[in-house]
């Protein structure tokens, strides 16, 4: 399938899934194989972390180090290895209105089904990261503005994130989402905030908007469930850390052992070499190899 068709179909794909009166619960991915075993696992949206592909490319905290293309090049493979609708986070789309523009024509050649965009200033730091700052309220809704014409008529979903809560305060980060929505944003995320009370305010102050909460365990933000969340009016939750914090500490745990032991014998944690083979495809791999290369 062409990008631009396999963009145009995972993208209406979102949208049909959006309607649902279901809240979405969308696992974070920082690779290919990760995104493989969140579909594996019944998953119908998945959301690339950009914390979590800074940390895996470049070992490095998400302090804005990625570049456009890094990330591009990251979310494009990761949307190609699966069948469903990949949402990929952009950062700030790396520069002004303009650089928005490359940005989001870019991800719809690379059959991205939708965006988030934030107003942090440049460099961008994790959601749930101390000091924070913003651009201007205008400044991004022109950003916004800018995303919805250059996505054209491929039906990518646009998500504004404001990060305006830690520096500006809850009515501030409200204030922002209105006018990131009347700027033609599709669902709105209002990043890490820190009560039971905020998440019902957002909720409140949109009541026909597809709104997005994040859960970051350990993060700034409760760790409700998703279908506490729905209760409140959530139409979305992600859970961008929760596979790269479990893989750690795994890794980290096979690593540990073979260091003192010399040996994994006795490692439980980890799938055997014959299912990894199964799930990555290596049977119909070997039947296109022995259909055309006679082998």
């Known amino acids: 399938m062409p990008l631009s068709a396999k963009h145009s179909s995972s993208a209406n794909q979102l949208r049909q899934l959006l309607e649902r009166p279901e809240i979405l619960v969308i696992p974070g991915v920082y690779d ?8 594996q696992a019944g998953f119908e949206v998945l959301a690339t972390s950009g914390f979590g592909i800074a940390a895996s ?8 180090f990625l570049t ?10 990761i949307a190609q290895s699966v069948n469903i609708p990949l949402i990929a986070d952009m950062d700030t789309g790396y520069g002004n209105a303009l650089n928005v523009i490359r940005t989001v024509k870019d991800a719809v050649q690379q059959g991205i ?10 460099p961008k730091k994790c959601g749930h990261f101390e000091g924070k700052r913003v651009v201007p309220m205008a400044e991004h809704a022109l950003k ?33 989402g209105r006018a990131y929505i009347d700027a033609g944003a599709d669902a709105l995320f209002v990043e890490a905030p820190q009560s039971v009370e905020e998440l019902q305010s957002i909720a409140s102050a949109f009541p026909s908007v597809p709104l997005v ?16 969340l729905h209760q409140m009016g959530f139409k979305i939750v992600f859970f961008p ?38 799930m990555i495809g290596i049977p119909k791999y070997h039947q296109l190899e022995q259909q055309f290369l006679g082998k």
């Open 241 to 278: 850390l929760s596979a790269l914090l479990s893989v750690t500490k795994v890794m980290s745990a096979c690593f540990h052992q073979l260091k003192e032991q010399g040996t994994t014998t006795d490692f439980q944690d980890m799938v055997s070499f014959k299912d990894f083979q199964e």
């Open 213 to 228: 909460a994040n859960i970051v365990e350990g993060g700034k933000t409760p760790q409700l469930s998703a279908s506490e």
């Open 32 to 39: 290919c194989l990760g995104a493989k075993l969140a579909e």
């Open 144 to 176: 916004i503005q800018a995303a919805v014409q250059a996505r054209d008529e491929s039906g990518l979903v646009i998500i504004a994130r404001t990060d305006a809560r830690a520096p500006l305060g809850l009515h501030e980060a409200i204030d922002r």
């Open 57 to 64: 490319t470049l070992g490095l905290p998400d302090y804005g």
């Open 113 to 122: 089904a939708g965006v988030i965009l934030e107003d942090q200033e440049w």
């Open 68 to 77: 456009a293309t890094e990330a591009l090049y990251t979310v494009g493979r």
